[in-house]
């Protein structure tokens, strides 16, 4: 029974929380919404810190941890939250604060030495927690949530307050984090870019509803999606290392038959990859371009146009089973005459690499 | 004298060993929860700080009577009589001294952040444990600084121990009530050498506690 099964509900005033859902039992899931979507709510119940309304059931892999007649305080449910302030004991240093976790923990789970590794915390044990970076003092809040044996992680925007180089640090952690650890991760951020480096499945949230849920691939193309229509919007696909080519410091990627260059990467032929594609990155050609520096350049067809806002158009292009997205002017639109099912170049001017190694 | 002063030091250290059992969870319970009864316990609390003594005293004295109902209860319950004893005057101070002791705790448990214990409750660490491990570390120095109020303030109690004490020596005569007896009988040289204890004693007690709560305060 590999699941989490999701049922509560919650008003407070104007707010309303009402989810009724089954996430996978393993990954990564993510949780996307605005502020004041509900999501640091909807993890507060599932952590047993706010009570949902009678009709509440919440069960992870098989353990019920909250219905009718059974609602288990936050300490026994094995649900270990990291909260966007680290929220470190200021009396105890870093290994105190792990150790804090370590000998409450009821469950098997990663020992100390592990934990420290995966988080960079080797130096840092006998540090204070007022002596540390935002950044460093959000990885020892990981590396205390991990240590406490979790059945079930949930991380609420860990990475808000902390630096970019802080962030991009962290994130390739977390990234090897969820390959090494065999623990469902329930990961809220209003960031897709974060999302689409971690999440392998995708809910998400707008005033207090679901608004759609499932694969984060299949979800990130899909138009009718609010998604697809906010400034960062992009694809997620997934590609493959083809060949390197040391002498420009390029590797060649197979994606659905066709080529993307991208710099020259460490891993070996063959490795599977997924790629991020904005939308604004991504013009139109009826023709092969014959006289361009951009080097990416994709056969594909158009499956679906939609407006979106005043001058802009979002058109979803297919390239063999996965798609993209790209966004053009209204007046580019016009004057290409783009119908659906016609065939079409699609210059591809950024490519980000996401995280490495992953099956998905 | 000394066994003024011996009894003074007994009745400061049993009231504050009682001043820190019961204001403790009085104190957490004030700094907890906001309703009319936290509010009405807070003023009861709070009485001492404005109400002469002697009217306390006066109200203990009523009440510790062997006709009372209280004085009558604690006889049948400790088979002995509570007016004029030792029991009698550490009541009187534990009802004196609450608010220093009370006051102090109830601002530092107001400070302890509630993401800290919710950290802590999904950590694995039940109520108790989260009071032990959290709120009793980061409220330590308060402790000490409540103790070293509720010790000093009963050393220097007066006028609940002369209304209720009875004067009577190695029972209830304290330092202060010795003082005030050997001024009636004009015995100031005697009312010298208690008068310069106390206040050596008292700069003694207080500086040795500001100093341990201060190194605590560095520490935490």
């Known amino acids: ?255 659905e038959a066709q080529e993307l260059w991208v710099n020259q990467l460490a891993m070996p032929a063959g490795t599977p990859l997924r790629l991020r594609l904005p939308a604004r990155d991504i013009s139109l050609c009826r023709e092969r371009p014959q006289h361009t520096s951009i080097l990416n350049l994709l056969a594909t067809r158009v499956t679906d146009i939609e407006s979106s806002g005043a001058s802009r158009v979002l058109v979803r292009l297919a390239v063999g089973e996965q798609f993209l997205l790209a966004r053009i002017t209204r007046k580019s639109v016009d004057a290409l005459a783009l119908r659906v099912g016609e065939s079409l170049y699609a210059q591809v001017k950024s490519v980000a690499l996401l995280n490495d190694g992953r099956h998905d | 004298m000394a066994e003024a002063l011996w009894l003074t030091l007994k009745l400061a250290t049993v009231s504050t060993l009682w001043l820190l059992l019961l204001g403790t969870p009085l104190a957490w319970w004030l700094a907890r929860r906001r309703s009319l009864a936290t509010t009405l316990v807070e003023t009861v609390v709070a009485l001492p700080l404005v109400l002469p003594p002697t009217v306390l005293g006066f109200y203990l004295l009523i009440a510790f009577a062997p006709q009372s109902g209280f004085g009558q209860a604690w006889e049948a319950l400790t088979g002995h009589r509570l007016a004029f004893s030792f029991s009698a005057l550490v009541i009187g101070s534990v009802l004196y001294s609450l608010p220093f002791v009370v006051q102090p705790l109830q601002a530092a448990f107001r400070q302890v952040p509630d993401s800290l214990l919710e950290a802590a409750a999904t950590l694995g660490a039940g109520p108790l444990d989260r009071w032990r491990s959290v709120v009793l570390p980061l409220c330590r120095s308060s402790f000490i600084a409540a103790a070293s109020l509720g010790f000093a303030h009963t050393v220097g109690e007066f006028g609940v121990v002369l209304m209720i004490g009875g004067n009577i020596p190695g029972e209830t005569q304290v330092l202060s009530i010795a003082l005030f007896d050997r001024v009636e009988a004009l015995d100031f040289t005697a009312a010298h050498q208690l008068a310069a204890g106390l206040v050596l004693f008292s700069l003694v007690t207080l500086f040795l506690l500001y100093r341990s709560s201060g190194r605590w305060a560095v520490r935490t």
């Open chain 1, 1 to 255: 029974m590999s699941e989490i099964a999701l049922r509560l509900s919650l008003s407070r005033g104007e707010f309303s929380l009402a989810v009724d859902t089954r996430l996978p039992g393993n990954g990564v899931t993510g949780i996307y919404g605005a502020s004041g979507s509900g999501k640091t709510s909807l993890l507060s119940c599932i952590a047993g810190l706010l009570r949902g309304e009678p009709g509440t059931h919440i069960q992870v892999n098989g353990d019920l941890l909250d219905n009718e007649d059974l609602c288990l305080p936050p300490q026994d449910r094995g649900v270990a939250y990291v909260f966007q302030d680290a929220r470190l004991f200021p009396h105890l240093d870093v290994a105190g604060n792990l150790d804090y976790a370590l000998r409450r923990r009821r469950r098997a789970g990663p020992d100390t030495g592990q934990v420290s590794e995966w988080l960079g915390l080797q130096d840092l044990l006998t540090r204070h927690s007022a002596e540390l970076s935002r950044g460093q003092q959000q990885r020892v809040a990981i590396a205390r949530a991990l240590l406490s044996g979790p059945r079930l992680v949930l991380m609420d925007e860990p990475l808000a307050n902390i630096d970019t180089a802080g962030r991009r640090e962290l994130l390739a952690r977390l990234a090897r984090l969820r390959r090494e650890l065999d623990v469902p991760m329930i990961y809220v951020s209003h960031d897709m870019a974060e999302l689409a480096e971690l999440a392998d499945h995708l809910l998400v949230l707008n005033h207090g509803q679901v608004t759609s849920e499932g694969p984060l691939l299949e979800l990130s193309s899909r138009l009718e999606l609010a998604l697809s229509h906010e400034e960062q919007a992009a694809a997620v696909v997934r590609a493959e290392i083809a060949e390197h080519d040391p002498a420009y410091g390029l590797t060649r990627l197979d994606f």
